[in-house]
C-alpha cells in the first residue's frame, strides 16, 4: 500500500510514497484479546497498551528463568490505565516452581501487591527511563499490599531497561 502524510495546520508533506506491508492478524493470532487490550478515548483515537508487550514478554522470560521466579516469591496484580481508567489488567504469579503471567485478575487468592499505573508510565519505568522511586513520590506509582515486595518484581523487569 502506498501513502503520503501531510501536517494538517500547514499542508506540507511529511512523507510521501511510503509503503506499508500489511498483515494477516487472523493468521498470527486466534483471538482479539491475544492482539492486546484496545483502549478508546473516543471514536476517532484508539489505542494497544504498550504494557501488553512487556507483559507477554515477561511471561516468556519467567518460563525460562525459574530460579528468578522463585527469588521474588508473589503475586503482583498490575492495573494499567489509559485516560485515567483502567484499561488493562494482568496478574504476575512469581511463585516457584515456575512463574505465569495472564490477563485479569489473580485466579485464586488475592495479589501480595497492587500495582496501578497509566500505560506510558510503566513502559518509562520498566524500560528505565523513569525512576521507581520519583514515579511514587509523584503519584504515578499506585501500590497497595506488600511494596517491600515489590522492589523484588524490579527483577522480572530487567531485561527491558535495555531497550
Known amino acids: 500500500m502506498n501513502i503520503s502524510f501531510k501536517v494538517v495546520e500547514t499542508g506540507d508533506v ?6 506499508i506491508e500489511l498483515t494477516d492478524v487472523a493468521s498470527v493470532t486466534t483471538s482479539p484479546a491475544e492482539v492486546g487490550y484496545l483502549y478508546s478515548r473516543n471514536s476517532s483515537e484508539s489505542y494497544i497498551l504498550k504494557s501488553e508487550m512487556i507483559f ?42 515456575s512463574g505465569q503471567v495472564y490477563k485479569g485478575e489473580p485466579k485464586s487468592g488475592k495479589a501480595d501487591c497492587t500495582v496501578t499505573m497509566a500505560d506510558e508510565d510503566f513502559f518509562q519505568l520498566v524500560t528505565g527511563s523513569l525512576n521507581p522511586q520519583q514515579a511514587f513520590m509523584a503519584g504515578k506509582l499506585k501500590v497497595k ?4 515486595l515489590l522492589q523484588k518484581a524490579g527483577k522480572l523487569f530487567e531485561q527491558y531497561a535495555k531497550l
Open 14 to 19: 511529511v512523507l510521501s510514497d511510503g509503503y
Open 56 to 97: 507477554n514478554e515477561m511471561g516468556k522470560q519467567m518460563a525460562q528463568s525459574p530460579d528468578l521466579v522463585g527469588k521474588v516469591n508473589g503475586v503482583f496484580l498490575y492495573n494499567i490505565t489509559a485516560g485515567n481508567k483502567v484499561a488493562g489488567q494482568w496478574t504476575v504469579v512469581a511463585k516457584a516452581p
Open 145 to 148: 499490599g506488600n511494596i517491600m
